[in-house]
T-cell receptor, first 116, second 113 residues
Framework: ETGVTQTPRHLVMGMTNKKSLKCEQH?????MYWYKQSAKKPLELMFVYSLEERVENNSVPSRFSPECPNSSHLFLHLHTLQPEDSALYLCASSQDLASAEAYEQYFGPGTRLTVT | QQQVKQSPQSLIVQKGGISIINCAYENTAFDYFPWYQQFPGKGPALLIA?????SEKKEGRFTISFNKSAKQFSLHIMDSQPGDSATYFC????????????FGKGTHLIIQP
């Protein structure tokens, strides 16, 4: 595997379900991000992690719960979602947050989530 | 409040022509301006990026022009090819990665053969 991978690629869940999205980066990076891509809206930053520490929570509802067990893996735990949460959820990584290399973010292919 | 405004929303260009996409930003703390290319079913891929200390950066057929005083930057695709048909996003970031990237809404580019 190379780059940033995400599983599953597609997910359909009911509003009462609990599911998790997984992201893995194979780039040796120290920072990871969750973004939400909805139709007709710009990509929105959800969470930022640096060395497994959360550094940004962009006013995201508590029904989205991130977890970063190590610098290579990032999870997004989902529970009691709403239909308007249907979107493409993208994971990204960068070298770190402070250096010039920090600015280059590499994205995974995303998980297409549909909430019914 | 949308901090990065992108236009046009969609663009059709003939093969061999020049595709031009424009973005304007509001936050003067931004110091990094990348462009991403996204194909259907794929995540955004970094295409080219510029810092505000230069006015232009060129990589192959792709050029970013940057106007700091106007707070505008644009992507030019020279000799546009059908394989360039994709959605293009401008973005901006400042002060390191903690705030993530602020994206424009995207431009759906179609290159007609």
């Amino acid at each position: 595997e190379t780059g940033v991978t995400q599983t599953p690629r597609h997910l359909v869940m009911g509003m009462t379900n609990k599911k998790s999205l997984k992201c893995e980066q194979h780039l040796g990076h120290n920072a990871m991000y969750w973004y939400k891509q909805s139709a007709k809206k710009p990509l929105e930053l959800m969470f930022v992690y640096s060395l497994e520490e959360r550094v940004e929570n962009n006013s995201v509802p508590s029904r989205f719960s991130p977890e970063c067990p190590n610098s290579s893996h990032l999870f997004l735990h989902l529970h009691t979602l709403q239909p308007e949460d249907s979107a493409l959820y993208l994971c990204a990584s960068s070298q770190d947050l402070a250096s010039a290399e920090a600015y280059e973010q590499y994205f995974g292919p995303g998980t297409r989530l549909t909430v019914t | 409040q949308q901090q990065v405004k992108q236009s046009p929303q969609s663009l059709i260009v003939q093969k061999g022509g020049i595709s031009i996409i424009n973005c304007a930003y509001e936050n003067t703390a931004f110091d990094y301006f990348p462009w991403y290319q996204q194909f259907p079913g794929k995540g955004p891929a970094l295409l080219i990026a510029i810092r505000p200390d230069v006015s232009e950066k060129k990589e192959g057929r792709f050029t970013i022009s940057f106007n700091k005083s106007a707070k505008q930057f644009s992507l030019h695709i020279m000799d546009s090819q059908p394989g360039d048909s994709a959605t293009y996003f401008c973005a901006a970031m400042g002060g390191g990665g903690a705030d993530g990237l602020t994206f424009g809404k995207g431009t759906h580019l179609i290159i007609q053969p």
